[in-house]
């Protein structure tokens, strides 16, 4: 099995920074793609960002110039960090990564996980 474990979310004042960290574990082969993405009451789940193990970036246009994503392929693990929040930033944020798991001797399965979702409040 995998599991993708988020950290990092809370409350922050308008202008404020956060950094959320996600690690995977698990019977893991090769990540492709970690990404992050929100959703906010009321709205559709949206990508923020994504990066591919060879670091090509790619950002939703409302937080382009703001957020950062990065990853650490050694520990399986993706950061968001997210500087000069929004009121509007407010959302659950959940990682996922796309990638070859569960391999046994019957062969890999190419998936998706999701993490458990992490909440992130911008105040003014």
């Known amino acids: 099995q995998v599991q993708l474990v988020e950290s990092g979310g809370g409350l922050v004042q308008a202008g404020g920074s956060l950094r959320l960290s996600c690690a995977a574990s698990g019977n893991i082969f090769s990540i492709n793609a970690m990404g992050w993405y929100r959703q906010a009451p009321g709205n559709q789940r949206e990508l923020v960002a994504i990066?591919?193990?060879?670091?090509?970036?790619n950002y939703a246009d409302s937080v382009r110039g703001r957020f950062t994503i990065s990853r650490d392929n050694a520990k399986n693990t993706v950061y968001l960090q997210m500087n000069s929040l929004k009121i509007e930033d407010t959302a659950v944020y959940y990682c996922s990564a796309e990638g070859i798991y569960n391999c046994s001797p019957n062969g890999c399965v190419r998936d998706d996980y999701w993490g458990q979702g992490t909440q992130v409040t911008v105040s003014s």
């Open positions: 990066v591919t193990r060879g670091g090509n970036r």
